[in-house]
């Protein structure tokens, strides 16, 4: 019975994807995709500098080359970290505002005026990021263990069927964090909201799925630092500006269509 519901919860999230278009272009918050649209270009630009910058330094003495060397290499970390990860930290700079769309999301669902508070707000922000971090220490740990069996046990661990896993367990702990926002608001604790998700893993895992499947497009910016004018390079930067466009928009989609799903599987008590 619990394996049907989910199922059926399944299809509920992806659902509520198609919904949240029309969500978002009826309300008007198209413009909140400039935010993550303009912040992802800045975290990738400034990783493409420093991975690129070119600094001379005198290596006259043993101290000078150490010193160059630390320095070297903690540039070049951050500006990879910046590059490759910058989907990832866009998501975290986005709490505060993930959370106000959420709320005003169901606002418009419930049709309820409800008083803005700063307090609840930063207390909803704070605990966005905790339950980010904690879902990403969880994933790490699932990653880590299923590549090991992966490498044990198949001779290209990137083709074994366990990947499949991956993907799905990466997906809950996404659909995990947007469901939560909306956990907040209904005033359950952290440890309420694990057991009301675990219950609603179908949930969480195709809202999560779809979420998956955005930021993980080949968005590589490099084409907008180094365009020449040729045909070629023209067509790929049509390219990366649509994967661009479609990364950079995940995070809106997510909470908007996490926040419409919730809405419809567990009403606020005004609305019941």
Same mark, same amino acid.
């Given at each position: 019975?619990?394996?049907?519901?989910? =199922?059926?919860?399944?299809?509920?999230? +992806?659902?509520? !994807?198609?919904?949240? &278009?029309? /969500? %978002?272009?009826?309300?008007? @918050? *198209?413009?909140?995709?400039?935010?993550?649209?303009?912040?992802?270009?800045?975290?990738?630009?400034?990783?493409?500098?420093?991975?690129?910058?070119?600094?001379?330094?005198?290596?006259?003495?043993?101290?000078?080359?150490?010193?160059?060397?630390?320095?070297?290499?903690?540039?070049?970390?951050?500006?990879?970290?910046?590059?490759?990860?910058?989907?990832?930290?866009?998501?975290?700079?986005?709490?505060?505002?993930?959370?106000?769309?959420?709320?005003?999301?169901?606002?418009?669902?419930?049709?309820?005026?409800?008083?803005?508070?700063?307090?609840?707000?930063?207390?909803?922000?704070?605990?966005? =990021?905790?339950?980010?971090?904690?879902? +990403?220490?969880? !994933?790490?740990?699932? &990653?880590? /263990? %299923?590549?090991?069996?992966? @490498? *044990?046990?198949?001779?290209?661990?990137?083709?074994?069927?366990?990947?499949?896993?991956?993907?799905?367990?990466?997906?809950?702990?996404?659909?995990?964090?947007?469901?939560?926002?909306?956990?907040?608001?209904?005033?359950?604790?952290?440890?309420?909201?694990?057991?009301?998700?675990?219950?609603?893993?179908?949930?969480?895992?195709?809202?999560?799925?779809?979420?998956?499947?955005?930021?993980?497009?080949?968005?590589?910016?490099?084409?907008?630092?180094?365009?020449?004018?040729?045909?070629?390079?023209?067509?790929?930067?049509?390219?990366?500006?649509?994967?661009?466009?479609?990364?950079?928009?995940?995070?809106?989609?997510?909470?908007?269509?996490?926040?419409?799903?919730?809405?419809?599987?567990?009403?606020?008590?005004?609305?019941?």
């Amino acid at each position: 019975m619990l394996i049907r519901r989910n =199922l059926q919860l399944f299809w509920v999230g +992806l659902a509520s !994807y198609f919904r949240a &278009f029309f /969500f %978002i272009v009826r309300h008007g @918050f *198209i413009f909140y995709l400039i935010i993550p649209f303009v912040l992802l270009f800045i975290i990738y630009r400034y990783g493409y500098i420093l991975q690129n910058n070119v600094f001379e330094a005198k290596l006259d003495t043993i101290n000078s080359l150490i010193w160059y060397l630390i320095y070297g290499l903690v540039e070049v970390t951050i500006g990879m970290v910046l590059m490759y990860f910058a989907k990832y930290m866009v998501v975290a700079f986005l709490s505060p505002l993930l959370t106000y769309i959420s709320e005003k999301t169901e606002r418009i669902l419930t049709k309820e005026k409800q008083e803005f508070s700063w307090s609840q707000f930063k207390e909803d922000v704070v605990r966005a =990021l905790k339950i980010m971090i904690r879902n +990403l220490m969880w !994933y790490y740990i699932y &990653f880590l /263990f %299923i590549q090991l069996i992966a @490498f *044990i046990f198949w001779e290209k661990p990137s083709e074994s069927p366990l990947q499949w896993i991956v993907i799905l367990i990466a997906s809950y702990y996404y659909g995990f964090s947007f469901l939560d926002y909306v956990n907040e608001r209904r005033r359950r604790n952290v440890s309420e909201s694990i057991i009301f998700i675990r219950k609603h893993y179908g949930l969480a895992i195709s809202i999560g799925l779809i979420y998956y499947l955005m930021i993980f497009v080949p968005v590589d910016l490099r084409i907008f630092f180094e365009y020449t004018l040729t045909l070629e390079n023209t067509y790929e930067l049509i390219r990366q500006l649509s994967w661009w466009v479609l990364a950079a928009s995940a995070p809106i989609f997510g909470i908007v269509s996490a926040t419409l799903a919730m809405y419809e599987i567990d009403k606020p008590n005004s609305q019941k």
